[in-house]
Each structure stands twice: as C-alpha cells, then as structure tokens.
C-alpha cells in the first residue's frame, strides 16, 4: 500500500487529497521528527555545516529487495525534495516525475537547491497541464 508522508498541516493535506479525489493514505510529519529521523530532511543548521549523512546508502539494499519482490516490473519512489535529490546523487532514478500545483503547503526545498551529487542531465519525455496542475516526466540520462 502506498503511503504519502507530507510536513504541511494534516487539515491542508485533506483538504487538498479531498480537492484532488485521491484516495491513499496520507499523514502529516509537522512538529514531528520523522523526515529528521529518517535522514530525509536536514536542518539549515546542518546544511550550512555541510555534515550531512544520506539515507541512500540503505536504500540501495531496500530497492533491491523492492525490485526482487515487484518481479522485474517497475518500483516507484515518492518523496520530497530531499528524498529525490539522495536518490538521484546515488544514481538510483531512472525517470522523474514533477507534478506542480499552485498550493503552499508550507515550509519546504526546492527540488534542486543544495543538491550535491553528479551533474545531472534530464531529457523531457511528457508535459501534461491540466486545470490547476501541470504534470512533467524526465528521464535521468546516464
């Protein structure tokens, strides 16, 4: 089961998940240590310091075994900023998907600020917009 774990207020999330008709769960990590604890978030503090410790080093194992169990069919990634900059720095995206919507959800990153991997270069494979939503699909060229 997919699950979507956000920092933004829980009532936002809802209201938002409501607006767009989605039906998976989705939580709320506000006032929360989660995306600390779990190395996907860092505070300005440690960016600044420059003493940051990736999770990508145990997700390399955890999408083996996510590959080996779907079977040889795609395994799909979901995550902030932080998340897909780790993934990609460990060269681990193949395809990125960015779905933009005009809705401040509060504080976050930007998807490339800070990112301290390889030069990464995407190819644009779709562009859907939509009302209120635009869809953007790349594919990470290696």
Do not use: C
Not at 23 to 50: C, H, I, K, M
Not at 93 to 100: N, S, V, Y
Not at 102 to 122: C, I, M, T, Y
Request: aromatic residues 12%.
């Amino acid at each position: 089961m997919l699950w979507a774990i956000s920092r933004a207020p829980l009532a936002t999330l809802k209201a938002y998940k409501r607006r767009m008709g989605w039906g998976f769960p989705w939580a709320s990590s506000q006032d929360t240590d989660f995306n600390f604890d779990f190395e996907v978030a860092f505070t300005q503090e440690q960016q600044r310091s420059g003493n940051i410790v990736h999770n990508y080093r145990k997700a390399v194992f955890e999408l083996a075994q996510a590959w080996k169990a779907a079977g040889g069919k795609d395994v799909a990634l979901g995550g902030g900023a932080n998340v897909a900059q780790q993934y990609l720095a460990a060269g681990l995206i193949d395809e990125l998907e960015i779905h933009i919507v005009p809705l401040f959800l509060g504080s976050g990153v930007r998807l490339f600020d800070n990112f301290d991997g390889p030069n990464v270069k995407l190819e644009s494979i779709r562009t859907i917009a939509g009302p209120g939503v635009a869809h953007l699909k790349y594919r990470v060229l290696k």
